[in-house]
């Protein structure tokens, strides 16, 4: 189905194409640089499509250079002069077709989006298709945003910007509207949280270098914030998100750009401990975007803290109630998702709402069978109302999901049915069991000290004040079930 803006296509200028280009066709272009980890699968998944494959490599040392040359690719060398634009316009220069996809090494496109490529590289070249780019992570989730992937191979048309490089801006000179397509890209190159920090700080140098406070450019300076909060700069975060939001009109001019200003300054004030003043940036930022979910958990967060529980649980039903909706920023609708299905029955719970927090759980695991810690949560919730029996069910269910990576929450709520069963001999076999998995955890050993009264963990490394402290927080977790 075709999912069309307001400004659609209908009404962009027709793009002239040089008579040497051959209709229907399409040229992926690229630009390398060691990433001989990922590109043969990206270029495997794409070729189906491709009728010509170029790639820019701008001093890989890996042999990315020989993975593009046997998949068919025309490898272009290039010096690395710290601009993507200027590396991408290069693979431009050799694109012979009548459209263009970009990509990026760590892209991967599926069987479902080659199939639409086939058939839109045959559309009149007189817009820009604009995809859905899915960020995968590890866990199952990640952000997704609708971005400008494939466009008419028009002289004109060429990328701007030294860093998160755009292409758009010049397709909208020649009249080009973006025309958003249910197709996905996948992309897997946040998944290391360490890799993405030391991304930021480079990215940070080079916009800093390009940014103009006196033609201040809303796009550029809230990227720059971002980097810091990924970087764990609150400070300078939080002074540019506020020079963001300074900008004259931008809040009518570009209100999905305000709306992230407004949530990066919601989420430092979470931090902060400031809920009252998270709160009143976080709706600012619904007002400005109300598809936002990310920004409805912050404030479900907000008001959870602050006490106003009800707002909370009525932000976390909208999000629950929610569908993806991509738009000009980056949203992680799956890790929403999960977080409501989350929070909602324990605040339920803290309210003795056990009804509720019940179908709630339920509910969370029917949506989300694949995900240990939602079993894990229904198991507590199930644990308060005394169903024990689908209870345990549901603590064995979030072992055997967690593979390698078991919670010790598990094997508390497996515990404590153990002990209301009477099975005491049980519990000290488990306990036993997990010793060599969790043994150097604050956590097991609280629960060893106060569960079964085995006075031997009390330990220089945690003396019985922090052992205590920890069991206060077990008995919160499980909401006085022990």
Same mark, same amino acid.
């Given at each position: ?372 810690? +939602?079993?894990?949560? @229904? %198991?507590?919730?199930?644990? =308060?109302?005394?169903? &024990?029996?689908?209870?345990? $069910? #549901? !603590? ?20 404590? +049915?153990?002990?209301? @069963? %009477?099975?005491?001999?049980? =519990?000290?076999?488990? &306990?036993?069991?997990?010793? $060599? #998995? !969790? ?44």
């Amino acid at each position: 189905m075709t999912k069309r803006n307001a400004s659609g296509p209908m009404n962009a200028a027709k793009c002239v194409l040089s008579p040497s280009v051959a209709a229907g066709t399409l040229s992926i272009c690229m630009i390398v640089k060691n990433e001989a980890g990922f590109l043969e699968r990206c270029l495997e998944s794409v070729r189906p499509a491709a009728d010509q494959i170029v790639v820019v490599d701008t001093g890989s040392n890996d042999g990315s250079d020989e993975i593009a040359r046997s998949h068919g690719a025309e490898l272009v060398r290039a010096d690395w002069k710290n601009d993507f634009a200027l590396a991408r316009n290069l693979s431009l220069d050799r694109a012979k077709c009548a459209w263009v996809l970009w990509l990026d090494a760590d892209d991967v496109v599926p069987a479902a989006t080659v199939e639409k490529l086939k058939a839109l590289k045959h559309e009149p070249p007189d817009r820009v298709f604009g995809f859905t780019v899915r960020n995968e992570r590890p866990d199952g989730t990640g952000t997704e945003f609708v971005q400008a992937r494939m466009f008419p191979n028009h002289p004109a048309i060429r990328f701007e910007r030294k860093v998160h490089e755009q292409m758009m801006p010049s397709a909208l000179k020649l009249g080009l509207a973006l025309d958003g397509r249910d197709a996905v890209i996948e992309h897997h190159g946040y998944a290391d949280p360490k890799t993405l920090k030391v991304k930021a700080q480079r990215n940070i140098a080079l916009m800093l270098n390009d940014y103009y406070p006196a033609t201040p450019d809303p796009v550029t300076a809230v990227e720059i914030a971002d980097s810091y909060q990924l970087m764990e700069g609150w400070d300078k975060a939080e002074m540019w998100y506020s020079a963001v939001l300074a900008i004259a009109k931008i809040r009518t001019t570009q209100p999905a750009i305000a709306s992230q200003a407004c949530m990066g300054l919601g989420s430092i004030a979470n931090r902060q401990h400031k809920y009252g003043i998270a709160v009143r940036h976080l709706e600012e930022a619904l007002k400005l975007a109300p598809w936002r979910v990310d920004g409805l958990y912050l404030l479900a967060v907000s008001c959870d803290c602050a006490g106003s529980r009800e707002k909370a649980i009525d932000c976390l039903r909208r999000i629950l109630d929610a569908k993806a909706a991509p738009g000009q920023i980056g949203v992680d609708f799956r890790a929403a998702k999960i977080k409501a299905s989350l929070r909602l029955p324990r605040i339920l719970t803290d309210l003795k709402r056990l009804d509720e927090a019940v179908a709630e759980s339920r509910a969370a695991v029917e949506r989300h069978p694949d995900r240990g810690e +939602i079993a894990l949560m @229904a %198991g507590k919730v199930l644990l =308060v109302k005394g169903e &024990l029996i689908e209870a345990i $069910r #549901l !603590f064995e269910k979030s072992v055997a999901l967690a593979g390698n990576r078991p919670s010790m929450d598990s094997y508390i709520g497996l515990c404590c +049915i153990y002990k209301k @069963a %009477g099975r005491m001999e049980t =519990v000290q076999q488990t &306990l036993d069991a997990t010793g $060599r #998995l !969790f043994d150097g955890h604050v956590r097991y050993r609280a629960f060893r000290r106060y569960f079964i009264n085995d006075m031997a963990m009390v330990t220089e490394s945690f003396p019985e004040a922090k052992l205590a402290e920890e069991w206060a927080t077990i008995e919160r977790d499980f909401f006085g079930s022990l």
